[in-house]
């Protein structure tokens, strides 16, 4: 599978923004799907997933944030109310088949990153 996610931008604090990941050469339904951010000088970080038992959120982004699916699009999205500055980084989306959800380590198929800048 490959993924491609889009939909990031400048926004203020306050804004929405609702990202996009479309999958192809494969359904993201056999995977648990996954998105991530990167600030600059930091570690790649969890942000949300959701798989087959259910969705998992960060608690920095509990509450703002929700990730869903559309299995006709075969595309997954992330949903992002009530944006902070510290939201600002380039998001991944990224697939896995096993392993601890949470864990960037059990993901294999990475997106290329869409930036989101939330401005103050």
């Known amino acids: 599978v490959q993924l491609q996610a889009s939909g990031g931008g400048l926004v203020q604090a306050g804004d929405s923004l609702r990202l996009s990941c479309a999958a192809s050469?494969?359904?993201?339904?056999?995977?648990?799907m996954g998105w991530f951010r990167q600030a600059p000088g930091k570690e790649r970080e969890f942000v949300a997933a959701?798989?087959?038992?259910?969705?998992y959120y960060a608690d920095s982004v509990k509450g703002r944030f929700t990730v869903s699916g559309e299995y006709a699009k075969n595309t997954v999205y992330l949903q992002m109310n009530s944006l902070e500055p510290e939201d600002t980084a380039v998001y991944y989306c990224?697939?896995?088949?096993?392993?601890?959800?949470?864990?960037?380590?059990?993901?294999?198929?990475w997106g290329q990153g869409t930036l989101v800048t939330v401005s103050s």
């Open positions: 990224a697939a896995s088949r096993s392993g601890s959800i949470t864990n960037v380590r059990s993901y294999d198929v």
């Open positions: 959701r798989s087959i038992y259910g969705t």
């Open positions: 050469g494969g359904t993201f339904s056999r995977y648990a």
